[in-house]
């Protein structure tokens, strides 16, 4: 029975690690979710519940990045309150669109969202590029916080 939870658990990390790149898994809340169902497997004895508090911070932090990430890098560019809607509503449309919409998403939906505004055509592109470069940034810091949460976790396991 323990190699069923085991299988359960590394599967559900393997496709949360997957969902980092692929844009239609929610990567950190499955990672969070095989780690939960080993240690509830494990009645809480080898990973401890202030661990899993971390861990649980830690994927709402990385999973929060990836919807703000993109707007953010638009406000620091001195964005229109439409363009920092555009770049999370471009956001979020880019998942259902695949790996070339989740790239390009922010982008047009800041400089969308700027034109609309302005009418200026290069500055809509300006805020549609650094709306892309935050989100660049925003899925680097993901991957950083993923490796975190794995390092954390088995480092709470075998330890």
């Given amino acids: 029975m ?57 994927a709402v932090l990385a999973s929060t990045l990836d919807y703000i990430a993109g707007a953010f890098g638009a406000k620091i560019a001195g964005a229109s309150k439409p363009a920092i809607w555009g770049a999370t509503i471009g956001a979020l449309v880019g998942i259902l669109a695949g790996p070339f919409g989740l790239i390009l998403g922010p982008l047009l939906g800041a400089a969308a969202g700027e034109y609309y505004t302005t009418g200026e055509s290069l500055r809509a592109g300006k805020v549609g590029l650094a709306s892309w470069i935050g989100m660049l940034v925003g899925t680097i810091a993901k991957v950083a916080i993923v490796f975190m949460m794995l390092g954390i976790f088995w480092l709470a396991y075998w330890l």
Avoid: R
């Fill in 2 to 58: 323990d190699a069923i939870w085991w299988f359960i658990s590394i599967g559900l990390m393997l496709l949360g690690v997957a969902g980092v790149i692929l844009p239609l898994l929610p990567s950190t809340p499955l990672i969070f979710a095989g780690m939960l169902t080993l240690a509830w497997q494990q009645d809480f004895q080898t990973v401890s519940g202030y661990t899993l508090l971390v861990l649980a911070a830690l």
